[in-house]
């Protein structure tokens, strides 16, 4: 008999007309991928790179899987979907201070200080290790101008913690922003004793001790953070200037020359 199709007829399973049975060929139902981030990228698994398709560790914890995916995706140049991945995470755990504190730093790193700073608050009221959070805020403050409570942050971390070098090597930098030299040199030499050779420590002091009148102290201390850091520009424009101002002014050409050529490298 013959058969008759018309337009709201479903196509026709050829193979069935022709008497095979499908039901032998049908396999398992395809299970859920495991993927964090389906609300990110619809189309994600045709995105190369290992960290979209990167799985799960069986054992390991939210509070690590989230930091290090989230860290890949920015390694990745995702840093938009880093944030959100946080975000989402945050907004049940909003207690995980260190996640907080990454977002502060993906925040800043971003250029906005300001939402920055509101997540390091907010962290601070759960952290409990609170001297790298107070640390990450003063910094924060110095830079933006709020520098008598970046000292108050900075201070407390050190009361909390006198070994922590980089709370000792920002309180350096904020009160050198303030003009305070001395006391400048005398935190950045603090830090200097707990992390001996940390280049930019040194390249600070150099500058505290310029402030202060002592160009040959500043000149050893900076002869040091160019034995530390050879590819930093700034230190020899510093050393240049301060040969000038000694009327070394050979050396100082020299010191010019080697920030240029540091400079292009």
């Not at 994600?44 to 799985?55: E, I, T, W």
């Not at 707990?194 to 002869?223: F, M, R, S």
């Not at 700034?234 to 010019?256: C, Q």
Request: glycine letters at 8%; a negative charge; aromatic letters at 4%.
């Amino acid at each position: 008999m013959r058969r008759l199709r018309n337009s709201r007829s479903p196509e026709a399973d050829e193979a069935a007309l022709e008497g095979f049975d499908r039901a032998d060929l049908e396999g398992d139902a395809i299970g859920p991928v495991i993927d964090e981030l389906p609300w990110l990228r619809p189309f994600g698994a045709d995105v190369p790179g290992h960290a979209l398709r990167a799985g799960l560790t069986v054992d390991e914890a939210e509070s690590d899987r989230v930091p290090r995916r989230a860290r890949e995706l920015v390694g990745a140049g995702r840093r938009l979907d880093a944030l959100l991945l946080i975000r989402r995470y945050l907004d049940d755990a909003p207690k995980d201070a260190a996640v907080r504190t990454l977002l502060a730093e993906l925040l800043d790193d971003g250029g906005d200080p300001d939402a920055a700073l509101d997540e390091l608050s907010r962290a601070l009221d759960h952290a409990t290790e609170p001297v790298p959070v107070l640390v990450h805020r003063g910094a924060i403050l110095a830079r933006r101008g709020r520098t008598a409570e970046a000292e108050q942050d900075l201070r407390d971390a050190i009361r909390r913690s006198p070994s922590h070098a980089p709370a000792h090597f920002h309180l350096g930098l904020t009160l050198l922003r303030r003009g305070r030299g001395a006391d400048a040199a005398a935190a950045l030499r603090e830090s200097l004793q707990h992390a001996p050779d940390d280049a930019d420590a040194t390249y600070y002091l150099g500058e505290a001790l310029q402030v202060q009148g002592d160009l040959a102290g500043a000149l050893t201390a900076l002869e040091r953070a160019a034995a530390l850091a050879p590819e930093q520009p700034r230190t020899y424009k510093l050393m240049g200037r301060l040969l000038d101002r000694l009327g070394r002014t050979d050396l100082a050409m020299a010191m010019h020359k080697k920030a240029r050529e540091a400079g292009i490298r």
